[in-house]
């Protein structure tokens, strides 16, 4: 995380490695995943920007962090002070605390847009700024004066949160994660959309379909293969699934993001 200018807003595409480092910098940071996972631990607090859930860095926080996978972010350096005439205060009150995120669809599909963008050429300065001052009232509009509620319910619904990410290639209950948040099926419910603004189950296809997507982008794997680690038995299912999601095939959006696919090498 490099620091940046302290009058400039800046958006980019980072990758960050296994390796722990430890420091602190003026500069605001929102963190939104686009693949991976990156491990933070700011002011004793812990977590992980990851599969549609973000971070909030705030200025002069001093954290520790690694990547895990191989990741990549939208980050947003912000400056340490806010004009007034021109940012929103639900963005300044937003940055005074740090904390993670749940990405509406939203702003999930909008890091997308800016990673895609990024992935074909550099950003040019004029560009990232206004790339960076969107992404910010955006994620500010979503959790308006609600900093402390987004991360009582991140510590509440946490458990379900990582039990989905490493249970996509099964069957997900609503039950077992209400039981792991400690509510009841329906306040479960309320809380997890509260949280995410999906229900469990959007979210869960959304993050199976994103799951899927970098599978595709980096692996040769055959796309039974690939259906079967995002909880699908049937490769038909999944390709019905993920057209209805990106409006391409599975195959046809591996052709245009990934290696060659390998062979099945079921009979």
Same mark, same amino acid.
């Given at each position: 995380?490099?620091?940046?200018?302290?009058?400039?807003?800046?958006?980019?595409?980072?990758?960050?490695?296994?390796?722990?480092?430890?420091?602190?910098?003026?500069?605001?940071?929102?963190?939104?995943?686009?693949?991976?996972?990156?491990?933070?631990?700011?002011?004793?607090?812990?977590?992980?920007?990851?599969?549609?859930?973000?971070?909030?860095?705030?200025?002069?926080?001093?954290?520790?962090?690694?990547?895990?996978?191989?990741?990549?972010?939208?980050?947003?350096?912000? !400056? !340490?002070?806010?004009?007034?005439?021109?940012?929103?205060?639900?963005?300044?009150?937003?940055?005074?605390?740090?904390?993670?995120?749940?990405?509406?669809?939203? =702003?999930?599909?909008?890091?997308?847009?800016?990673?895609?963008?990024?992935?074909?050429?550099? =950003?040019?300065?004029?560009?990232?700024?206004?790339?960076?001052?969107?992404?910010?009232?955006?994620?500010?509009?979503?959790?308006?004066?609600?900093?402390?509620?987004?991360?009582?319910?991140?510590?509440?619904?946490?458990?379900?949160?990582?039990?989905?990410?490493?249970?996509?290639?099964?069957?997900?209950?609503?039950?077992?994660?209400?039981?792991?948040?400690?509510?009841?099926?329906?306040?479960?419910?309320?809380?997890?959309?509260?949280?995410?603004?999906?229900?469990?189950?959007?979210?869960?296809?959304?993050?199976?379909?994103?799951?899927?997507?970098?599978?595709?982008?980096?692996?040769?794997?055959?796309?039974?293969?690939?259906?079967?680690?995002?909880?699908?038995?049937?490769?038909?299912?999944?390709?019905?699934?993920?057209?209805?999601?990106?409006?391409?095939?599975?195959?046809?959006?591996?052709?245009?993001?990934?290696?060659?696919?390998?062979?099945?090498?079921?009979?």
């Amino acid at each position: 995380m490099e620091t940046s200018p302290s009058d400039a807003f800046i958006a980019d595409v980072r990758q960050y490695d296994a390796i722990e480092h430890c420091h602190s910098h003026a500069h605001h940071q929102i963190i939104l995943p686009l693949s991976g996972a990156l491990e933070i631990e700011i002011e004793g607090r812990s977590g992980e920007a990851r599969a549609l859930q973000g971070a909030i860095v705030p200025g002069d926080f001093r954290h520790t962090f690694r990547g895990v996978g191989n990741n990549r972010f939208v980050v947003v350096d912000l !400056p !340490p002070r806010l004009n007034t005439g021109h940012w929103s205060d639900d963005l300044r009150r937003l940055l005074e605390t740090p904390g993670f995120f749940a990405l509406d669809a939203g =702003l999930y599909h909008y890091a997308r847009l800016v990673g895609a963008v990024s992935a074909r050429d550099a =950003l040019d300065p004029t560009l990232s700024s206004r790339f960076a001052g969107l992404l910010a009232e955006l994620l500010a509009r979503r959790h308006p004066t609600n900093a402390a509620k987004s991360i009582r319910l991140a510590r509440r619904l946490g458990p379900a949160m990582e039990y989905i990410g490493s249970h996509l290639d099964q069957r997900i209950s609503v039950s077992k994660l209400a039981a792991l948040s400690y509510l009841s099926i329906g306040r479960f419910h309320a809380a997890f959309r509260d949280y995410t603004g999906r229900t469990p189950g959007q979210y869960v296809f959304e993050l199976r379909m994103q799951r899927a997507s970098a599978m595709l982008q980096e692996t040769a794997w055959p796309l039974n293969r690939v259906a079967a680690a995002v909880g699908y038995s049937s490769q038909a299912a999944f390709t019905h699934a993920f057209k209805r999601h990106f409006g391409l095939s599975p195959s046809r959006y591996h052709h245009r993001t990934g290696p060659p696919l390998s062979c099945d090498p079921s009979p």
